[in-house]
Every structure is written in structure tokens, then in C-alpha cells.
């Protein structure tokens, strides 16, 4: 299991930016894929995006163009840049990292993004 913490969350008005940052409790180097979900009051918990260790990044469409997932391994850190925001992106954001493609996901606490004016 990784220990996982994010941090980063707040109120932003509509075409704001955030960025999220979750800190794993060891080295990411080599752990297989990392990303973000979120859960949206009364809703299920819907994927944001992936960066595996091999450098490639998968994207939800409705955050396309607006989002970037980065991680740093010297900080052993996944980053999340939420550019353009709509309040339709409000929800709680979980980072999770996953250390093979079979392993189960561990969790963070998440993080509230709140979108309005």
C-alpha cells in the first residue's frame, strides 16, 4: 500500500485555475499508474486522469485541454493542473496509485474543489 496526501483544494471562480498535489509516502518511480478521480455530491466517483510510469497520460473527455496530470519523481509527488474550471468540476478529488496494472488502488483522503462566483 502507498500512503497517499493531497493538497491544494479551495474555492475558485468559473475559468480559474487549482493544482492539486498529492504526496506519496515513498518513491512513485516505479509504481505503475497514478492519477485522480472525483466525487461530485450524490454522484459516483468518475476518473480525471492517469500518468503511468512510462510516461503516458489518459484524460476523461469532459476535462480534455484543461487539465494536466504531471508527476514528479524527485518529490515523489503526482501533480494535477486544473486550468479553464467550470462549476460542473466541483467534487471532492482522490489521488490513487496503483503499483502493477493488478495491484488494488491505494487511496488519499481528498481534496474539496469547490467552482462559483
Known amino acids: 500500500q502507498v500512503q497517499l496526501v493531497e493538497s491544494g483544494g479551495g474555492l475558485v471562480q468559473p475559468g480559474g485555475s487549482l493544482r492539486l498535489s498529492c504526496a506519496a509516502s515513498?518513491?512513485?518511480?516505479?509504481?505503475?499508474?497514478m492519477g485522480w478521480y472525483r466525487q461530485a455530491p450524490g454522484k459516483q466517483r468518475d476518473l480525471v486522469g492517469t500518468a503511468t510510469s512510462g510516461g503516458s497520460t489518459d484524460y476523461a473527455e469532459s476535462v480534455k485541454g484543461r487539465f494536466t496530470i504531471s508527476r514528479d519523481n524527485a518529490k515523489n509527488t503526482v501533480l494535477l493542473q486544473m486550468n479553464s474550471l467550470k462549476p460542473d468540476d466541483t467534487a471532492v478529488y482522490y489521488c490513487?496509485?496503483?503499483?502493477?496494472?493488478?495491484?488494488?488502488?491505494?487511496w488519499g483522503q481528498g481534496t474539496q474543489v469547490t467552482v462559483s462566483s
Open positions: 490513487f496509485a496503483k503499483r502493477t496494472y493488478n495491484s488494488p488502488a491505494s
Open positions: 515513498g518513491s512513485i518511480f516505479s509504481i505503475y499508474s
